[in-house]
């Protein structure tokens, strides 16, 4: 009866393991599912979905600033017009008071996008619309390498652009899909200018592919870089056909894009594909079609 009672506790030691690594997977699997939410009550999702928070320090959740991103948040660099301020708060417009708007924000796209690709290779470049004081005039980039980001950073600390010091930072801001309002960019947002998620301003894509082929002109040295590889390669892969899949069903079921594309980042290439792709820009701009900007 002794020997029985003294391994009693051992016996019940072990059954208890397994329920104990059972209660800290489903509690790690919840936190994990629940971080950068709503119902996160530890972590900003404002700062972690767009790099910025409305409350700033004053938030009573966790800003969790990155050492090291592709990203960087050049805060208010844009100088939004009058013409673009009274657009972006839904007041009475015309087509000259939108050309001018547009006008000046392609020129500034082009201007600093060639100037950021000095530092490595772009992959993708936004400017928001939104007027709230944490967000107004705020720029993306986003690089292929994270090496070239800290790159950027370092060069651009200290600068000036348009007579203001440049704010740059690095942001958690990894998926601008997963950054932007679905509703301004597929109907109407009902909390216009001063919503907290980016509304994105429109680029046309001949303006894009245009900067993209000037990039690899004057830096032919990033056709030789592979945007990954291996294992890494093969989820981008992947990914990318998700996203092609999604983008699909969204246009059968009627929706539509404020900006004309699917607001996701370029499907990655090897370098070879880059090079056919710049090739066939090229081709389509010396015959006159493809709406290519010259």
Same mark, same amino acid.
């Given at each position: ?159 000036? %652009?348009? !007579?203001?010091?440049?704010? *740059? ?5 990894? =998926?601008?899909?997963?950054? /932007?309002? $679905? ?38 040295? %990033?056709? !030789?870089?592979?945007?990954? *590889? ?5 989820? =981008?892969?992947?990914?990318? /056909?998700? $996203? ?51």
């Amino acid at each position: 009866a002794r020997a029985a009672g003294r391994a009693s506790p051992s016996h019940r030691g072990q059954a208890g393991e397994p329920r104990r690594s059972t209660h800290a997977g489903a509690m790690a699997e919840q936190l994990a599912r629940i971080f950068g939410t709503e119902e996160d009550r530890v972590n900003c999702p404002f700062y972690f979905k767009i790099g910025a928070c409305r409350n700033g320090d004053q938030c009573n959740r966790l800003h969790n600033r990155p050492t090291m991103s592709q990203t960087l948040l050049l805060s208010h660099m844009y100088p939004n017009t009058p013409e673009s301020l009274a657009l972006a708060n839904d007041e009475p417009w015309d087509d000259d008071m939108y050309d001018r708007a547009q006008q000046h924000l392609e020129a500034f796209y082009v201007e600093v996008f060639l100037e950021l690709a000095n530092y490595g290779e772009i992959e993708d470049l936004v400017v928001v619309d939104n007027l709230c004081d944490h967000m107004i005039g705020n720029v993306y980039v986003k690089y292929y390498h994270e090496e070239d980001a800290e790159r950027a950073l370092m060069k651009l600390t200290g600068r000036f %652009y348009s !007579g203001k010091l440049i704010q *740059a930072e690095y942001t958690t801001v990894s =998926d601008f899909r997963e950054a /932007r309002c $679905r509703a301004f960019h597929e109907t109407r947002c009902n909390r216009g200018a001063y919503c907290n998620f980016m509304h994105i301003k429109h680029i046309p894509r001949a303006i894009k592919r245009r900067v993209v082929r000037e990039m690899y002109d004057d830096h032919p040295e %990033y056709l !030789g870089q592979t945007r990954g *590889a291996g294992k890494k390669e093969g989820k =981008d892969r992947k990914k990318d /056909r998700s $996203r092609s899949r999604r983008g699909k069903e969204k246009k059968d079921k009627g929706g539509r894009d404020r900006d004309g594309d699917d607001g996701a980042p370029a499907a990655r290439q090897t370098s070879e594909e880059r090079r056919a792709m710049i090739a066939s820009w090229n081709q389509e701009k010396d015959g006159g079609g493809g709406g290519v900007v010259a």
